[in-house]
């Protein structure tokens, strides 16, 4: 806990320059590059992390601590420095720097560095949000998820990058821990961390998916409100429970989670104070725009309940499919736990804002496959928690709360669709929107399994599985547009992206609408 306490300190200068004495960084030791993440009205959270050579356990940094100087500007030349200050990092953290600076003019435009060792950091740009009660017009984002690294080249995050935004959503499958099949691979991780895993393999497997270019320039040019789903751990994972691999013990698998959480955070702008303490993370948050948009960003993993029901078909491509059974009905059943479903419902009952943002990790809406005995389920998402989506439907509707827009990922196609009160109730009314933002190079169904599934759930408006992409969010007062971007499978390093469809909510008016 000391170093959240000297995080928070800029007045140790002194002592801070006396740690890395004699330390002179190699010219490659910010090639993992700069990030910025959690904008708020008067602070934003800005990371680097040390490491010249990121393949390696140490990522080639001496095992001492080491001062790292960090500057807030106005302009991108820095002549106008309106903070700074000198934070110690060490081995324990991977040599990583989180800063949250505080203390910022709500709705500007930043630029920020690091200094180690003598050697300047590549600059990063980043805004904070805008001031509480402020109107601040229009509100302009990237959704997006799933970036396996073998599948394809992230040329998505170069599109994003050069784009004019407020902030990137990033919900979840940031690292993929295993490999690809052969068929599907376009290039190799460095290591995997599916089989044989330690808190060493996940760094050096974060720093891998950091080497790639596309990736740190969509970091350095946006902030990123960011939330994990499974394979940031491993495949399917349920809270407590390793779902793929039985022979593990509860108490192994924390350790792992532990692990793959403490590397995670090394690698991501998240707050210091959100810092996972062994395999617990406080990580669902709440953001505010302005008057305009109220943001919740839930974390559907750590304490989601074990996957119902033994039986189930193994699909290729698809996971593991599976009948409604006792356990799935079970009414306590919750993927989100007690305590986060209470604070979102309580969140949405008491919000001001013109739109209500849910951002969470898989598809809402009903996605199952039609068959003569009822459909098959994704074993992994929420069509398996039907009582958990019933209490967060009735959340939405009683009192009613309106212009509610869920923003999903983790399936791996483009998806709008309707959100009923009772989902997959024909005869419920439409209480509020779904988009969610295929992925930037993971995999989707086939299209024959996507055409099943479509015509199996006349609430899905449009899905398509065969492209890659993200989905471009623009919102004012009177209405939310989203451009789903897209590229063919697989995403190549010249791949182009166009419009494959777009939509549009108007307040007031729940449910999609083509344009
Ligand atoms: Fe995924
Ligand atoms: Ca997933």
Not at 406 to 424: C, I, K, S
Request: with cysteine; charged share 20%.
């Amino acid at each position: 806990m000391a170093w959240q306490t000297l995080f928070a300190q800029t007045d140790r200068q002194a002592a801070d320059a006396s740690a890395s004495r004699g330390w002179t960084a190699p010219a490659d030791t910010f090639s993992l590059g700069v990030a910025s993440g959690e904008p708020r009205p008067s602070s934003v959270v800005i990371w680097t992390r040390l490491a010249p050579r990121p393949l390696q356990p140490d990522g080639g940094m001496p095992a001492q601590a080491v001062a790292v100087t960090w500057q807030v500007a106005a302009d991108p030349r820095f002549a106008r420095i309106v903070q700074q200050g000198v934070v110690v990092t060490d081995p324990a953290r991977a040599h990583s720097v989180h800063v949250e600076v505080d203390g910022l003019d709500s709705g500007r435009t930043y630029h920020y560095r690091f200094t180690a060792g003598g050697l300047d950091s590549p600059v990063g740009r980043t805004r904070t949000a805008p001031a509480p009660g402020a109107d601040p017009g229009s509100l302009r984002f990237a959704l997006a998820a799933c970036q396996h690294y073998e599948q394809g080249a992230f040329t998505v995050h170069r599109e994003i990058a050069a784009a004019d935004l407020d902030f990137v959503l990033f919900v979840g499958d940031y690292v993929y821990e295993g490999p690809t099949h052969r068929r599907l691979r376009r290039r190799r991780h460095a290591v995997e961390v599916e089989r044989e895993y330690s808190l060493a393999l996940y760094r050096i497997h974060h720093a891998n998916y950091k080497q790639d270019p596309d990736l740190r320039a969509c970091h350095a040019a946006h902030p990123w409100l960011m939330t994990w789903d499974d394979h940031e751990v491993r495949n399917d994972y349920d809270g407590i429970h390793n779902t793929e691999d039985d022979d593990v013990t509860t108490a192994e698998f924390l350790k792992r989670r532990a692990m793959a959480y403490q590397a995670y955070f090394e690698h991501l702008p998240i707050s210091p104070t959100r810092a996972p303490v062994g395999p617990d993370a406080a990580f669902y948050a709440s953001y505010q725009w302005g008057t305009l948009a109220q943001l919740w960003l839930l974390d559907t993993r750590q304490w989601r309940e074990a996957q119902a029901c033994q039986s189930g078909i193994h699909a290729p491509w698809a996971g593991r499919l599976l009948w409604r059974c006792t356990a799935t009905e079970a009414k306590e059943r919750s993927m989100l736990g007690w305590p986060q479903e209470r604070w979102l419902a309580e969140g949405l009952a008491s919000s001001t804002s013109a739109w209500r943002l849910i951002g969470q990790t898989t598809q809402l809406s009903p996605s199952g496959f039609g068959t003569p005995f009822g459909p098959l389920l994704y074993s992994d998402g929420w069509d398996t928690f039907p009582a958990a989506r019933e209490r967060l439907m009735a959340a939405i509707a009683q009192p009613r709360v309106p212009d509610v827009v869920v923003l999903g990922g983790d399936v791996h196609r483009h998806v709008a669709a309707q959100l009923r009160l009772h989902p997959g109730d024909r005869s419920s009314p439409v209480i509020a929107s779904e988009l969610i933002g295929s992925s930037i190079t993971s995999r989707g169904l086939s299209e024959a399994l996507n055409q099943w599934m479509r015509s199996s759930n006349p609430d899905i408006l449009h899905a398509r599985s065969d492209e890659r992409g993200y989905a471009l969010i623009d919102l004012n007062a009177q209405r939310l547009r989203c451009d789903f971007r897209a590229t063919p499978h697989p995403v190549k390093a010249d791949s182009v992206l166009h419009t494959q469809a777009s939509f549009v909510i108007d307040r007031g008016v729940p449910g999609p609408r083509r344009i």
